[in-house]
């Protein structure tokens, strides 16, 4: 089928690390890459080019580091400790010659609705500063929909995609838009694909994976309950033209995950 999409695979358990990963990628066959985040990361960066040019892969994007990092914190050190560390994978990003780094908008959940106001407040400083140095290292940031708790004790900033589409909107944040990962839109009761056609031209990235609507499994797609189809037909209706990046668990046996994503691509008409 001409005009079809294509799978994209993250490294994340792929591997024991970023560079093994890339390997076990690429001998099954896929050509395209999202980085796990690495504490070595900076080290890497000589060997991560070198692996990625004797195997023909190329890193479309980083994902940014996020243990212990909200950049929607209320707490000015603890933001301004979360974006040093973001910045510096814009840089590393722009080293590996990637498009995009996807940022989380936040960590953990407000306590109450004025909390969840005020470290809106905060995100949006914290998506000015993100969004400049990634215009000037030629990146464009991806913000991924997080996983909610549905009760305003515990709201998580970000949760949704027409929360992030507005933010983003409303900045008029010209490098800058979302990244939909389907399991997380799944578990906070949403339908992938209507969020996908709400996000539109702001859709930058997917992390596609499945799960069944209770725990964040990340399974291979088809493995849960998400209607593929119905999203895959979403993305042809907004016209999408990025990649679909497979962000799944292969439970310590990669290469048999990524021979089976390959058979799934086939069954969803997507190329890698
Ligand atoms: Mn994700």
Request: hydrophobic fraction near 45%.
């Amino acid at each position: 089928m001409c005009n079809a999409f294509k799978a994209y695979v993250s490294t994340w358990t792929m591997g024991i690390n970023n560079i093994e990963a890339i390997r076990n990628i690429a001998e099954v066959g896929f050509k395209h890459v999202e980085l796990w985040p690495e504490i070595d990361m900076k080290d890497k960066l000589n060997a991560l080019n070198e692996v990625i040019e004797s195997y023909g892969i190329r890193i479309w994007s980083l994902h940014a580091p996020f243990s212990g990092l909200n950049i929607a914190s209320i707490d000015e050190e603890l933001r301004n400790h979360a974006l040093t560390a973001i910045i510096e994978y814009i840089h590393y990003a722009n080293k590996l010659n990637a498009n995009v780094v996807v940022v989380h908008p936040s960590s953990g959940y407000a306590q109450s609705m004025i909390e969840y106001s005020k470290g809106l407040e905060k995100l949006k400083n914290s998506l000015q500063t993100l969004a400049r140095e990634a215009a000037d290292n030629n990146i464009v940031l991806a913000f991924e929909n997080m996983i909610d708790k549905h009760k305003p004790e515990k709201s998580r900033i970000g949760a949704y995609v027409l929360e992030l589409k507005s933010l983003i909107n409303d900045m008029n944040l010209e490098n800058v838009g979302i990244c939909l990962d389907t399991g997380h839109s799944n578990i906070n009761k949403m339908i992938p694909a209507v969020e996908a056609y709400w996000a539109a031209d702001d859709l930058i990235t997917i992390h596609m994976n499945d799960n069944l609507g209770i725990t964040d499994d990340h399974l291979i797609p088809t493995e849960g309950n998400i209607n593929w189809k119905e999203f895959i037909n979403a993305l042809r209706l907004i016209k999408y033209r990025g990649p679909l990046v497979m962000e799944v668990n292969s439970k310590g046996m990669p290469l048999k995950t990524l021979l089976k994503l390959k058979e799934v691509c086939k069954k969803l008409s997507l190329t890698w």
